[in-house]
């Protein structure tokens, strides 16, 4: 699934054999070495490769060498090739990352720069990076992180920077704080004693003085130039007359020279210049593909080496090699008028280069040249890619480039690009556009020949909506579109199932069957390790961790969110946000604060670079509770305000339950909690309800609550929940004075919870639950583990008293209990049912009914049903 690295760009390009060397430019380098930045920015043909490249060479210092290209302008791709070339020089841990690059989220370049330079600060030997032609830089995402990397530069690294043109860079700055050291063109001409040395001594040209001084006069200077005349001049008898009239400015300069060199070359020769002008880098293999000829490229390009025919080597072995720029722009204006009759123009020129490229497993650069060549259906297939999108393999931009230049009726035509386009915003979370991209696809589908290929791009369609109903955890719409997904998916598009199977456990989990959850989750792993589709394996095995961790498995979660962080790499991808927050909770819950407080900063910082979604605001909301069980009521407070403040933008309402439960714990520690319950709305967290009733002392409503709710988890297998209301049954029990059911409910609660080292949930239940353990250890309950949170409990600074001392209760408690059969004929008085109906239901004597009415009225202290309900309400029984 990773991105094939072009290694050539890596390579320093060789010194050339008797170059002419530039001692004083030299200097300048080597001065450079003790600033930021060495700036190389001169117009093409000045030699800026060649002086490095021979600076290099004599000075043996460690080089990390990147050449640039367009295609750099991926970030994926920038930062891909830099890491390489980096780790040849020093050593950097990437333990993996750019196998997992984030498919739904933007990339984060700066914090992976942060990871880098926090690397590079630990070596010991200094090193040089070159950035070659980074002119063809146009991405302000990829120089904000290279001005990132200037400012916060280790000493260990010195950078040079080689450009045609300005750089987007602080180089202003850098300048005044004589941080930068410049060579502009106006430095890198040549002078008349370099221009002697070059025609004498590199091109074995026995030139006059006055001859050299008047080329170098025309030239001013200017490298490439000076090149072209020698290479012209390598054809005539009487150089003097050649000189004599080379007249003009650098423009009409180059389009004669030009103009002489090709017309020098055999004709075979010519031809191979002008149909390998189309590559940015080729070799013998591919130049014999576009000449379609046997074995002739590799002499030709032997040739054009020795005659110095603007020829550039790219590595030591002289397998890849490219063109000087000028000469390549020459060579594809020459393209459009010269092998029209053979059919040999540039976009056939094009097919066969994406032909081989293809055939060499280099599928990027095969849908560049598919692109160029205009061929929408070779893109198109290309795209799909075997097995495995483009898109999916780092190509995203890419994709997106091209689509988003063709016409709506070429998208009609191809309805699979219209879902090409909407996969590819969603990989580079471009939200806005993506369900009209998928509506003009349906649309497009509509007009045309149903065909068996149509079922599976339905499939992906649903599987796309599926996704983004994640995005919103809207779980109809999940559940709804990933079913028909899995429907409609061809048995083999095996990275979309995968992601739907993953989308599916989404759905599951927040519809609350945890085991079909589980079992999703567990199939998307697999089958994502399969085909190498490490992201499903990390989102999936996320959703796995957070099963676990409900299912009170924290040892088990806690393996999972490890695993995760590993496929997440070093510096992690932002989406490891979550396994910090897991890993986080999971400390929490066995009291490691300190260890709680690391993870949830690391989850904060990366939860930062995430758009569209609410990991912020969970990791501030389990924050604020880490705030609060430190004591730091201020802190706490502030933090929930600003989730507050944040919820409103997004429609996540999955937290409004904790945030109460926190409010409520912050009224308690400021001694209003009267107050903020009068206050406070809690319909439909029944389990905040049964809390507050054990703070008023009202513990018989709150175990009428508490027992249906127990029984509902117990149905669910919500362990964790089941664990937080068998306590909060032990606290009601006590709150009524029932000892003996205090300590039963309690003991079942430890027997749950020894095994994973549970603590903060008892320890959270303060005073409290310190006189229960207490008791507990009295009676020799779980006598280890009682002891283990009574060591825990005794080394709190302070446990908050729940009891009701200073807490006016809103409703005088019942003065005697319902009994269960009366629980359940209330509850169908309060659905609507009539006597006769209850009697039916329940298979009761009329009479018998009217009896349980006359006791339950009684208990409740009311004469009618409706009195009943709202007593009933106000007590919180139903």
């Known amino acids: 699934m990773s991105l094939t690295l072009l290694t050539t760009k890596l390579h320093i390009p060789p010194a050339r054999p008797n170059a002419v060397l530039r001692s004083h430019l030299f200097r300048r380098l080597?001065?450079?070495?003790?600033?930021?930045?060495?700036?190389?920015?001169?117009?093409?043909?000045?030699?800026?490769?060649?002086?490095?490249?021979?600076?290099l060479a004599q000075s043996k210092r460690l080089t990390a060498w990147l050449s640039l290209d367009e295609g750099d302008n991926d970030p994926i791709r920038f930062l891909l090739h830099l890491i390489e070339a980096i780790k040849r020089v020093v050593k950097v841990s990437d333990h993996g990352i750019w196998e997992?690059?984030?498919?739904?989220?933007?990339?984060?370049?700066?914090?992976?720069?942060?990871?880098?330079?926090?690397?590079?600060?630990?070596?010991?030997?200094?090193?040089?990076?070159?950035?070659?032609?980074?002119?063809v830089i146009e991405s302000q995402s990829i120089h904000n992180t290279l001005s990132f990397l200037i400012?916060?530069?280790?000493?260990?690294?010195?950078?040079?920077?080689?450009?045609?043109?300005?750089?987007?860079?602080?180089?202003?700055?850098?300048?005044?704080?004589?941080?930068?050291?410049?060579?502009?063109?106006r430095d890198l001409r040549f002078t008349r004693s370099e221009s002697t040395l070059f025609f004498h001594q590199t091109m074995g040209l026995q030139l006059s003085s006055a001859e050299v001084s008047s080329l170098e006069a025309r030239t001013e200077g200017w490298i490439a130039g000076l090149q072209l005349a020698a290479v012209s001049m390598q054809g005539y008898s009487d150089p003097a007359q050649f000189i004599s009239s080379f007249t003009g400015s650098h423009r009409f300069v180059l389009d004669y020279l030009m103009e002489e060199v090709l017309k020098q070359q055999p004709d075979k020769v010519q031809t191979f210049l002008v149909q390998t002008s189309i590559l940015e880098r080729f070799c013998a293999p591919l130049c014999d593909a576009m000449l379609?000829?046997?074995?002739?490229?590799?002499?030709?390009?032997?040739?054009?080496?020795?005659?110095?025919?603007?020829?550039?080597?790219?590595?030591?072995?002289?397998?890849?090699?490219?063109?000087?720029?000028?000469?390549t722009d020459m060579l594809r204006q020459r393209l459009d008028h010269v092998n029209k009759d053979t059919g040999d123009d540039r976009e056939a020129l094009h097919r066969r280069a994406s032909h081989w490229f293809e055939e060499n497993g280099l599928e990027i650069e095969a849908f560049q040249h598919a692109a160029a060549a205009q061929d929408v259906d070779r893109a198109a297939a290309l795209i799909e890619g075997q097995g495995m999108p483009l898109h999916f393999r780092g190509a995203a931009k890419?994709?997106?480039?091209?689509?988003?230049?063709?016409?709506?009726?070429?998208?009609?035509?191809?309805?699979?690009?219209?879902?090409?386009?909407?996969?590819?915003?969603?990989?580079?979370?471009?939200?806005?556009?993506?369900?009209?991209?998928?509506?003009?696809?349906?649309?497009?589908?509509?007009?045309?020949?149903?065909?068996?290929?149509?079922?599976?791009?339905?499939?992906?369609?649903?599987?796309?909506?599926?996704?983004?109903?994640?995005?919103?955890?809207?779980?109809?719409?999940?559940?709804?579109?990933?079913?028909?997904?899995?429907?409609?998916?061809?048995?083999?598009?095996?990275?979309?199932?995968?992601?739907?199977?993953?989308?599916?456990?989404?759905?599951?989990?927040?519809?609350?069957?945890?085991?079909?959850?589980?079992?999703?989750?567990?199939?998307?792993?697999?089958?994502?390790?399969?085909?190498?589709?490490?992201?499903?394996?990390?989102?999936?095995?996320?959703?796995l961790g957070e099963i676990q961790a409900s299912d009170n498995q924290l040892s088990q979660a806690a393996q999972t969110y490890q695993q995760v962080l590993q496929l997440a790499g070093e510096p992690p991808l932002p989406v490891a946000c979550d396994a910090y927050l897991g890993m986080a909770r999971i400390a929490y819950e066995r009291n490691d604060l300190d260890a709680a407080e690391q993870h949830i900063q690391r989850s904060m910082?990366?939860?930062?670079?995430?758009?569209?979604?609410?990991?912020?605001?969970?990791?501030?909301?389990?924050?604020?509770?880490?705030?609060?069980?430190?004591?730091?009521?201020?802190?706490?407070?502030?933090?929930?305000?600003?989730?507050?403040?944040?919820?409103?933008?997004?429609?996540?309402?999955?937290?409004?339950?904790?945030?109460?439960?926190?409010?409520?714990?912050?009224?308690?520690?400021?001694?209003?909690?009267?107050?903020?319950?009068?206050?406070?709305?809690?319909?439909?967290?029944?389990?905040?309800?049964?809390?507050?009733?054990?703070?008023?002392?009202?513990g018989r409503a709150a175990i009428a609550m508490l027992g249906t709710l127990h029984d509902q988890a117990r149905a669910k297998q919500w362990k964790n929940v089941e664990l937080k209301l068998l306590i909060l049954q032990a606290l009601a029990f006590?709150?009524?004075?029932?000892?003996?059911?205090?300590?039963?409910?309690?003991?079942?609660?430890?027997?749950?919870?020894?095994?994973?080292?549970?603590?903060?949930?008892?320890?959270?239940?303060?005073?409290?639950?310190?006189?229960?353990?207490?008791?507990?250890?009295?009676?020799?309950?779980?006598?280890?583990?009682?002891?283990?949170?009574?060591?825990?409990?005794?080394?709190?600074?302070?446990?908050?008293?729940?009891?009701?001392?200073?807490?006016?209760?809103?409703?005088?408690?019942?003065?005697?209990s319902l009994s269960e059969r009366e629980l359940e004929i209330l509850n169908l008085i309060a659905q609507g049912c009539s006597n006769q109906e209850i009697s039916e239901r329940l298979f009761l004597a009329l009479s018998t009914v009217k009896g349980y009415n006359r006791n339950i009225f009684d208990k409740l202290q009311v004469k009618r049903r409706t009195e009943a309900i709202a007593r009933a309400r106000e007590l919180g029984i139903i």
């Open 100 to 135: 997992a690059l984030p498919p739904q989220q933007p990339l984060p370049m700066t914090y992976i720069l942060t990871a880098l330079i926090n690397e590079l600060a630990l070596t010991t030997d200094p090193f040089i990076l070159v950035l070659d032609d980074y002119h």
């Open 30 to 55: 080597n001065e450079g070495q003790y600033r930021k930045l060495t700036l190389i920015s001169a117009p093409a043909g000045y030699g800026k490769t060649t002086l490095a490249s021979e600076w």
């Open 151 to 185: 400012d916060h530069q280790p000493l260990q690294l010195r950078l040079i920077i080689m450009t045609r043109g300005e750089p987007t860079l602080p180089i202003a700055r850098l300048r005044a704080k004589n941080e930068l050291m410049e060579l502009r063109g």
């Open 292 to 327: 379609q000829s046997d074995g002739e490229g590799h002499d030709i390009l032997a040739h054009l080496e020795r005659s110095n025919l603007f020829i550039v080597p790219l590595d030591n072995e002289r397998q890849w090699y490219r063109y000087h720029h000028l000469f």
């Open 398 to 543: 890419t994709v997106l480039d091209w689509l988003q230049r063709q016409e709506e009726s070429t998208l009609d035509e191809r309805p699979s690009l219209w879902v090409s386009y909407a996969s590819a915003l969603l990989m580079l979370s471009q939200l806005d556009g993506i369900e009209q991209k998928l509506s003009a696809a349906e649309a497009a589908m509509s007009h045309i020949e149903p065909r068996e290929a149509d079922r599976d791009l339905i499939g992906h369609i649903a599987s796309i909506r599926a996704t983004l109903g994640v995005i919103r955890h809207d779980a109809d719409t999940i559940m709804t579109q990933s079913r028909i997904a899995l429907e409609h998916l061809h048995p083999l598009n095996l990275p979309v199932r995968a992601a739907t199977t993953w989308t599916l456990g989404v759905a599951c989990q927040l519809q609350g069957d945890r085991a079909a959850a589980r079992r999703a989750y567990s199939e998307a792993i697999s089958i994502s390790q399969s085909i190498g589709h490490h992201m499903i394996t990390l989102m999936a095995s996320l959703g």
């Open 605 to 698: 910082r990366l939860a930062k670079q995430i758009d569209n979604t609410d990991r912020l605001v969970d990791s501030e909301c389990f924050a604020a509770k880490l705030k609060l069980a430190r004591h730091d009521v201020t802190a706490a407070e502030a933090l929930l305000t600003k989730v507050r403040h944040e919820m409103p933008a997004h429609p996540y309402n999955r937290l409004q339950g904790e945030l109460i439960h926190q409010e409520l714990m912050i009224a308690l520690h400021r001694d209003n909690f009267g107050e903020m319950v009068t206050h406070m709305v809690t319909s439909g967290y029944p389990m905040l309800q049964a809390r507050i009733h054990i703070i008023q002392g009202n």
């Open 734 to 816: 006590q709150a009524l004075g029932n000892m003996e059911r205090a300590l039963q409910r309690l003991n079942e609660a430890l027997v749950k919870a020894k095994t994973e080292g549970f603590v903060r949930l008892f320890v959270e239940e303060g005073k409290s639950m310190l006189d229960l353990l207490t008791a507990a250890a009295a009676r020799r309950m779980q006598p280890e583990y009682t002891e283990f949170l009574l060591t825990h409990m005794q080394h709190e600074q302070k446990l908050l008293d729940f009891a009701a001392q200073g807490v006016t209760n809103r409703i005088a408690p019942l003065v005697e």
